[in-house]
């Protein structure tokens, strides 16, 4: 189900604690290039408040005011938040060239996916993870062949994992 800006508004405005960073991207984080990583879609900063304590450079875009401004409100240097509405592809247009970028429970529209590609960097990594259902019913992944390939054989990352929330599918993919 996808919900507007004014239902993730209520959300972040309720939620109190900030939620534990995604599973897979703590397992995986050691794979993601650095220093410059976008988080798409970031929410109230879960995963940019982890990848920052790692020593990661995070620029963290929303569409939801009231996320950015708690992420904010926590203060950190190495986070840089810009307000935008990922279905539009302005906000892609302004964003600067990235290491690595992720994108946690979001699908983007397909061209708005293989814009965002235009600002990974040569052998940078995008980490995506996704409520598996969602995934299979996009056509995401069919958008990705010719502009990105899997990692190396022994590194492809492909996974799928459940927690409290549901199941999801994780996949890390690196630029040629």
């Not at 397909?110 to 019913?137: C, S, V, Y």
Request: proline share 3%; charged share 30%.
């Amino acid at each position: 189900m996808k919900r507007s800006q004014e239902e993730w508004d209520a959300l972040f405005k309720k939620r109190i604690e900030l939620l534990p960073p995604e599973d897979f991207l703590v397992e995986y984080q050691s794979l993601l290039k650095r220093p410059r990583v976008l988080d798409l879609a970031c929410g109230d900063g879960r995963n940019a408040f982890y990848l920052a304590e790692l020593g990661f450079q995070i620029s963290a875009v929303d569409f939801s005011e009231v996320a950015l401004n708690k992420i904010n409100a926590r203060s950190n240097s190495n986070i840089r938040t810009i307000l935008g509405d990922l279905s539009k592809p302005e906000i892609i247009e302004t964003l600067d060239s990235f290491d690595s970028i992720i994108i946690n429970h979001f699908i983007p529209p397909r061209e708005i996916f293989l814009h965002l590609l235009t600002k990974l960097n040569r052998g940078g990594h995008l980490l995506f993870t996704a409520f598996r259902e969602d995934l299979e019913m996009s056509d995401l992944l069919s958008s990705c062949k010719g502009n990105i390939s899997f990692l190396e054989a022994e590194a492809v990352v492909d996974k799928l994992y459940s927690n409290s929330w549901g199941e999801f599918r994780g996949l890390i993919f690196k630029k040629r």
